[in-house]
T-cell receptor, first 121, second 113 residues
């Protein structure tokens, strides 16, 4: 195990449902990330949180709403999703992520959770 | 444009055989390159990291090479095992140790008995 856990591991939801994905890291890291992994596409970075503050949002639709109550926990709230949102959602954490002029940057190795396989029907 | 291209897209080999996966990148300036292994239904796990000054690095049966001049990297797997079946992802960091990450699409390796 990498020290990053995600729940649930599998989720099927309708387009009108509201659900949340949870990520927890036990590594003492200060930065956490949400990625989307679709079939045959590179990982897409969605959000970055550094010391509980959101430092990056890569033009993600508002139907995805992240929340980071503390450095160990990260949530992704989902509502009114579309079928094309079906994917594997990966959470990652790293020791630190330094904010520099022009945008957030990432530091050190990122440790990934097992992911949540989301299917939108 | 900063890109990471991996080949082949998929590969099937017999158990015990060797194979080589390729990664070409245009990310500049280059900081480091990391190979991840992602088992089905799991998150990626780092296998090895290559910096500008390193040409070869091994991790058990995995050997990564880097040619920073041609911007190419390879991951060689020797004496493959069934457990090697996974997606192998090449990730390049741009600029510095704090730089942005660029992900390849991965090579799906299947090892048959």
């Amino acid at each position: 195990e990498t020290g990053v856990t995600q729940t649930p591991r599998h989720l099927v939801m309708g387009m009108t449902n509201k659900k949340s994905l949870k990520c927890e890291q036990h590594l003492g890291h200060n930065a956490m990330y949400w990625y989307k992994q679709s079939a045959k596409k590179p990982l897409e970075l969605m959000f970055v949180y550094n010391f509980k503050e959101q430092t990056e949002n890569n033009s993600v639709p508002s139907r995805f709403s992240p929340e980071c109550p503390n450095s160990s926990h990260l949530f992704l709230h989902l509502h009114t999703l579309q079928p094309e949102d079906s994917a594997l959602y990966l959470c990652a954490s790293s020791q630190d992520s330094v904010f520099l002029a022009g945008g957030a940057r990432f530091s050190y190795e990122q440790y990934f959770g097992p992911g949540t396989r989301l299917t939108v029907t | 444009k900063n890109q990471v291209e991996q080949s082949p897209q998929s590969l099937i080999i017999l158990e015990g055989k060797n194979c080589t996966l390729q990664c070409n990148y245009t990310v500049s300036p280059f900081s480091n390159l990391r190979w991840y292994k992602q088992d089905t239904g799991r998150g990626p796990v780092s296998l090895t990291i290559m910096t500008f000054s390193e040409n070869t690095k091994s991790n058990g049966r995995y050997t990564a090479t880097l040619d920073a001049d041609t911007k190419q990297s390879s991951l060689h797997i020797t004496a493959s095992q069934l457990s090697d079946s996974a997606s192998y992802i090449c990730v390049v960091r741009r600029g510095s140790t704090l730089g942005r990450l660029y992900f390849g699409r991965g090579t799906q390796l299947t090892v048959w008995p």
